[in-house]
């Protein structure tokens, strides 16, 4: 099986920072792309960042600037580091990853549980 853990979360004031992480464990062979997600209640989950194996990365505009993805490949692990925080960030932070199992021959997509972020004003 393959699990994805992300810690980090919580409550900051607007222009503070927090570093978000997601860890990648079981049976993985190979991952490829990792992303955070980000969703508010009634709302659907919008894509923030993408990092790629290479390390190429890509950001939303609304965090462009603020925001820097990135991942340790020896760790199986992906950050998300935010700084000059707005209220309107406030969410709970999803990571996603493209893995490829041990036991499987395609790679598949997996999710964390999600961490709160709060950003009050």
């Known amino acids: 099986q393959v699990q994805l853990v992300e810690s980090g979360g919580g409550l900051v004031q607007a222009g503070g920072s927090l570093r978000l992480s997601c860890a990648a464990s079981?049976?993985?062979?190979?991952?490829?792309?990792m992303r955070w997600y980000r969703q508010t209640p009634g709302k659907q989950r919008v894509l923030v960042a993408t990092?790629?194996?290479?390390?190429?990365?890509n950001y939303s505009d609304s965090v462009k600037g603020r925001f820097t993805i990135s991942r340790d490949k020896a760790e199986n692990t992906v950050y998300l580091q935010m700084n000059s925080l707005k209220s309107e960030d406030t969410a709970v932070y999803y990571c996603?990853?493209?893995?490829?199992?041990?036991?499987?021959?395609?790679?598949?997509?997996?999710w964390g549980q999600g961490t709160q972020v709060t950003v009050s004003s």
């Open positions: 996603n990853a493209r893995i490829l199992p041990n036991y499987s021959s395609t790679y598949r997509d997996y």
């Open positions: 079981g049976s993985i062979f190979s991952i490829d792309i």
């Open positions: 990092i790629t194996s290479d390390g190429s990365t």
